[in-house]
């Protein structure tokens, strides 16, 4: 009688906790998968990238930047078309890795900048 009791309450134990135990994690861990590269507009995309993550110290005078500034499509495009910027960005040695002493850009923002150069670079 006890084994049977224990059998059974073993067995509804597992099936109870193992039904408890639904997840699905793109449901509980919402990630932005999406990374639309598309349509990306130097004004709308590139430009807020570059004031967010950039000008700090490479806007207006660049005091701080070398004297790069990246806080315009003129002053930035020498950097493009040179391929400084997004050799910078990527952190692949081929330019000083930016942001300097942090870690990359997003995954997201590194596609956006680099289909939009590929794409020619407009200034749209």
């Not at 990374?35 to 000008?55: F, H, M, R, S």
């Amino acid at each position: 009688m006890i084994k049977n009791t224990l059998f059974i309450f073993s067995l509804v134990s597992i099936v109870y906790l193992s039904s408890c135990y639904y997840d699905k994690a793109d449901m509980i861990y919402t990630q932005n998968l999406a990374c639309d590269t598309t349509a990306v507009k130097y004004t709308t995309i590139v430009a807020p990238i570059l004031t967010k993550n950039c000008n700090f110290c490479h806007g207006g005078t660049a005091a701080n930047g070398a004297g790069i500034v990246l806080d315009n499509y003129a002053s930035a495009k020498v950097y493009i078309s040179n391929g400084r910027l997004l050799n910078s960005i990527l952190h692949n040695g081929k330019a000083s890795a930016m942001p300097k002493g942090g870690g990359k850009l997003d995954a997201c923002s590194i596609n956006k900048i680099t289909n939009w150069i590929n794409k020619g670079a407009i200034n749209n």
